[in-house]
């Protein structure tokens, strides 16, 4: 696929829909923060097309590590940040926010069904790459004691429900505005 002008818009539009959903709110927890970024990621997938995804988060992460205050818990920008154990879950959006669009967009025709399971499969992914830096991060960088049930209480339990549930409600707002979508 070529970047053309209206991937680039699209793109910077998903990456200002990023800021603004990061800068309205935020709030959480000492390591691990709510955030409405699942919900934006899945909103992502099934509204823009997988280049438009990669270039949206791209920018998102590009601005934060620049030091623009746009990432959801302090210092909220900068290359420190990096270092902060949710990044992981930043890294999961940029590389599976593309497939996922591939994949939503590799059918004719998308019924409301596949799209609602490849939601929920798409809010799931993200998880791992996300839970393995937060172990990583933890156990080598702020040199805690921590375990693979630490991990999990801290970065999963607490938030899958709600990551589901934002799925959903990203879904039901993309396939009620199928207009939006280039495919």
Do not use: H
Not at 106 to 126: G, N
Not at 159 to 177: E, M, P, Q, T
């Amino acid at each position: 696929m070529i970047l053309t002008p209206r991937n680039l818009v699209r793109g910077a539009f998903l990456c200002a829909i990023i800021v603004v959903v990061t800068q309205l709110i935020r709030f959480g927890s000492a390591i691990v923060p709510f955030s409405l970024l699942p919900g934006i990621y899945v909103l992502g997938i099934i509204s823009f097309s997988p280049i438009e995804n990669g270039f949206g988060w791209l920018i998102y992460i590009l601005l934060g590590l620049m030091g623009v205050p746009v990432f959801a818990t302090p210092p909220y920008g900068g290359p420190g940040y990096i270092l902060k154990p949710t990044f992981g879950f930043l890294l999961g959006y940029l590389f599976l926010s593309p497939f996922f669009s591939w994949v939503a967009q590799k059918r004719k025709k998308t019924s409301f069904y596949y799209l609602l399971i490849l939601s929920f499969v798409a809010i799931v992914l993200p998880y791992l790459p996300g839970l393995i830096y937060l172990w990583v991060v933890m156990k080598f960088i702020v040199q805690a004691q921590v375990t693979f049930e630490f991990t999990l209480k801290t970065g999963f339990y607490p938030f899958i429900g709600g990551d589901v549930l934002k799925a959903f409600v990203a879904f039901l707002i993309a396939w009620k505005a199928k207009s939006l979508r280039g495919y």
